[in-house]
């Protein structure tokens, strides 16, 4: 089973840019479906962006525009650079591994990374 970490997280001003990773422990080419999520205060998680092992990519509506989604498979990590940060964007983002877009639950879970985004 793959371990993920996450990192890059921290306090930003609105309007900034942050860049999160995702490191696999292993191969991120085994990873058929790498998510980020998040959770804010008192909110359920909900899924920010997709990429697939074929490099297809998915959004929230909240992250379109703003958000990248990118893998780097030499470096077995996975980014989200998150541009024009909103306050709204507070939360803990976490990445998961999953077989298959409809899997449920993911087969891995990195710890977290907080992001805060001031006004």
């Known amino acids: 089973q793959v371990q993920l970490v996450e990192s890059g997280g921290g306090l930003v001003q609105a309007g900034g840019s942050l860049r999160l990773s995702c490191a696999a422990s292993g191969s991120i080419l085994s990873i058929n479906v790498l998510d980020w999520y998040r959770q804010a205060p008192g909110n359920e998680r909900e899924l920010v962006a997709r990429?697939?092992?074929?490099?297809?990519?998915n959004y929230a509506d909240s992250a379109k525009g703003r958000f990248t989604i990118s893998r780097d498979n030499a470096k077995n990590t996975v980014y989200l650079q998150m541009n024009s940060l909103k306050p709204e964007d507070t939360a803990v983002y976490y990445c998961?591994?999953?077989?298959?877009?409809?899997?449920?639950?993911?087969?891995?879970w990195g710890q977290g990374t907080q992001v805060t985004v001031s006004s």
């Open positions: 998961a591994a999953k077989s298959g877009i409809w899997s449920w639950p993911p087969s891995s």
């Open positions: 990429i697939t092992s074929g490099g297809i990519t």
